[in-house]
């Protein structure tokens, strides 16, 4: 293995960069994003988000001032749609630390030009998510009761219930994926810090940038870190929706009760949060013409991503029929048949619509190397996700083990008030994030360049 003295004594080669292409114009062009004059539609844009988002504190207003009798969960439907919005949010969330954490140990560089914004949109699904269980408390100002503190009382948690572990794993991984989104940050602050002209700006991004100088000391401590915390997120992306899979496992609900549901969830969270991915990289791709670095090539490859998920995401469909009918129980099978024939049944075939036929065009390339198909296919996924996750929670719910407790589950106003209204808070902090931060990281951009294979990129020293 070659040591730091036999790297020194090699001598220095300049990187090969394409006519007309340096290493100056990467940081030039993603930090223009950010000190350019605010465009117009960036207004409108985040405007529109905004009025979205007071539907949101309008809605929890009222949940607040009325209690949760305002939704439309009753007997026996207790859940409803607060836990398939926790549940699809935090699917969302995990193509974030996918991308940077997995993608950055096994070493594959087309990550770059998507981690920056995969990252940031982790945080902001995880932040929607953490709604959800709060409100569906029903009483929402008790929610510090979950963590373990000490107290007169001496009540604590119960460490049995699902929403405890919950509650432990949300905030893990939100909090290693905001220090691991912020630790990426710092040389980037650095970078815009020194550009930038207005010294209120200056003095923020300084202070963000905790005194970076880009020193061997630093670029040494910081790599550290980095690959550090890539090794704590990795195991998140699996365990904590093993844990969101255990709130319906380890329930004795038939359709719930399945050993299949953690890896068909972590296959279904990394499906979704990849279709998400594609919905909003190809148009902020467009708008401002980043096409020099989310090329073709990144989006053919989250395209053969989310095909192989949904691959397995179909597969434990299947599986869940199969073990209904292993079983020979018959409240079992009843359950999944009822899923086919029942009440809902136009939610289960759209479902096969949106996650099972819609993404079979990706086995095309000219579906995967074209924005506008892969566009229509990832908004197919966001649907099916979302119906998924609905069919999951009110189909095993609503016919109980006696019909005289049969019921219909439908949501009111105000949950899809709260729902829409989450979107909004969403899309208002990527409005955020894309107008004060460089949605891709500008120093691991820096020691890429386009070489001359096809558009396949060269390492060069940074």
């Given at each position: 293995?070659?040591?730091?003295?036999?790297?020194?004594?090699?001598?220095?080669?300049?990187?090969?960069?394409?006519?007309?292409?340096?290493?100056?114009?990467?940081?030039?062009?993603?930090?223009?994003?950010?000190?350019?004059?605010?465009?117009?539609?960036?207004?409108?844009?985040?405007?529109?988000?905004?009025?979205?988002?007071?539907?949101?504190?309008?809605?929890?207003?009222?949940?607040?001032?009325?209690?949760?009798?305002?939704?439309?969960?009753?007997?026996?439907?207790?859940?409803?749609?607060?836990?398939v919005n926790f549940v699809w949010w935090i699917g969302i969330g995990h193509a974030g630390t996918l991308?940077?954490?997995?993608?950055?140990?096994?070493?594959?560089?087309?990550?770059?030009?998507?981690?920056?914004?995969?990252?940031?949109?982790?945080?902001?699904?995880?932040?929607?998510?953490?709604?959800?269980?709060?409100?569906?408390?029903?009483?929402?100002?008790?929610?510090?009761?979950?963590?373990?503190?000490?107290?007169?009382?001496?009540?604590?948690?119960?460490?049995?219930?699902?929403?405890?572990?919950?509650?432990?794993?949300?905030?893990?991984?939100?909090?290693?994926?905001?220090?691991?989104?912020?630790?990426?940050?710092?040389?980037?602050?650095?970078?815009?810090?020194?550009?930038?002209?207005?010294?209120?700006?200056?003095?923020?991004?300084?202070?963000?940038?905790?005194?970076?100088?880009?020193?061997?000391?630093?670029?040494?401590?910081?790599?550290?870190?980095?690959?550090?915390?890539?090794?704590?997120?990795?195991?998140?992306?699996?365990?904590?929706?093993?844990?969101?899979?255990?709130?319906?496992?380890?329930?004795?609900?038939?359709?719930?009760?399945?050993?299949?549901?953690?890896?068909?969830?972590?296959?279904?969270?990394?499906?979704?949060?990849?279709?998400?991915?594609?919905?909003?990289?190809?148009?902020?791709?467009?708008?401002?013409?980043?096409?020099?670095?989310?090329?073709?090539?990144?989006?053919?490859?989250?395209?053969?991503?989310m095909l192989a998920t949904g691959l397995i995401v179909v597969y434990g469909y299947a599986m869940e029929?199969?073990?209904?009918?292993?079983?020979?129980?018959?409240?079992?099978?009843?359950?999944?048949?009822?899923r086919v024939t029942g009440p809902y049944k136009y939610y289960w075939f759209s479902l096969l619509l949106?996650?099972?036929?819609?993404?079979?065009?990706?086995?095309?390339?000219?579906?995967?190397?074209?924005?506008?198909?892969?566009?229509?296919?990832?908004?197919?996924?966001?649907?099916?996700?979302?119906?998924?996750?609905?069919?999951?929670?009110?189909?095993?719910?609503?016919?109980?083990?006696?019909?005289?407790?049969?019921?219909?589950?439908?949501?009111?106003?105000?949950?899809?008030?709260?729902?829409?209204?989450?979107?909004?808070?969403?899309?208002?902090?990527?409005?955020?994030?894309?107008?004060?931060?460089?949605?891709?990281?500008?120093?691991?951009?820096?020691?890429?360049?386009?070489?001359?294979?096809?558009?396949?990129?060269?390492?060069?020293?940074?």
């Amino acid at each position: 293995m070659a040591t730091l003295e036999d790297e020194r004594a090699k001598p220095y080669r300049p990187p090969i960069v394409a006519p007309g292409y340096t290493t100056a114009t990467v940081t030039d062009k993603i930090s223009e994003v950010v000190l350019q004059r605010t465009p117009r539609w960036w207004y409108l844009g985040f405007g529109i988000s905004f009025l979205i988002m007071m539907m949101f504190l309008t809605a929890v207003t009222w949940l607040f001032a009325k209690g949760v009798g305002i939704w439309g969960v009753n007997q026996p439907v207790g859940w409803g749609f607060a836990i398939v919005n926790f549940v699809w949010w935090i699917g969302i969330g995990h193509a974030g630390t996918l991308i940077s954490a997995i993608l950055l140990l096994l070493r594959q560089e087309w990550r770059t030009s998507i981690n920056r914004f995969a990252e940031a949109m982790t945080l902001f699904a995880v932040a929607c998510a953490g709604m959800f269980p709060v409100l569906h408390l029903g009483r929402p100002w008790l929610a510090y009761w979950l963590f373990p503190y000490p107290n007169t009382m001496g009540l604590w948690p119960q460490f049995r219930s699902p929403l405890i572990w919950d509650v432990f794993a949300v905030s893990t991984y939100a909090t290693v994926s905001a220090l691991f989104w912020y630790v990426g940050l710092i040389p980037d602050l650095a970078t815009l810090r020194d550009r930038s002209k207005k010294r209120i700006a200056q003095i923020i991004y300084g202070f963000g940038a905790m005194g970076w100088r880009g020193s061997a000391a630093h670029w040494h401590n910081y790599e550290t870190a980095y690959l550090l915390l890539a090794g704590l997120a990795t195991p998140l992306v699996v365990s904590v929706h093993t844990v969101v899979s255990f709130d319906f496992a380890i329930g004795i609900v038939p359709g719930w009760h399945a050993t299949i549901f953690p890896p068909y969830f972590v296959a279904g969270a990394i499906y979704a949060g990849f279709a998400m991915v594609l919905t909003l990289t190809i148009p902020l791709r467009a708008a401002f013409g980043l096409q020099d670095f989310i090329t073709l090539r990144h989006l053919q490859n989250m395209g053969k991503v989310m095909l192989a998920t949904g691959l397995i995401v179909v597969y434990g469909y299947a599986m869940e029929f199969f073990f209904a009918w292993y079983s020979g129980h018959h409240v079992e099978q009843f359950t999944f048949w009822n899923r086919v024939t029942g009440p809902y049944k136009y939610y289960w075939f759209s479902l096969l619509l949106c996650n099972l036929l819609a993404p079979q065009a990706l086995w095309l390339r000219k579906v995967r190397t074209s924005p506008a198909r892969l566009f229509i296919v990832a908004m197919f996924v966001n649907a099916g996700m979302w119906i998924e996750r609905f069919v999951i929670v009110v189909t095993s719910l609503h016919r109980d083990f006696l019909p005289s407790s049969w019921g219909m589950y439908r949501g009111t106003m105000w949950d899809w008030m709260t729902f829409i209204g989450t979107l909004g808070l969403f899309l208002s902090l990527l409005f955020l994030f894309i107008r004060f931060l460089p949605m891709i990281s500008i120093f691991e951009m820096r020691t890429i360049v386009p070489g001359t294979r096809g558009g396949e990129y060269t390492e060069v020293p940074r």
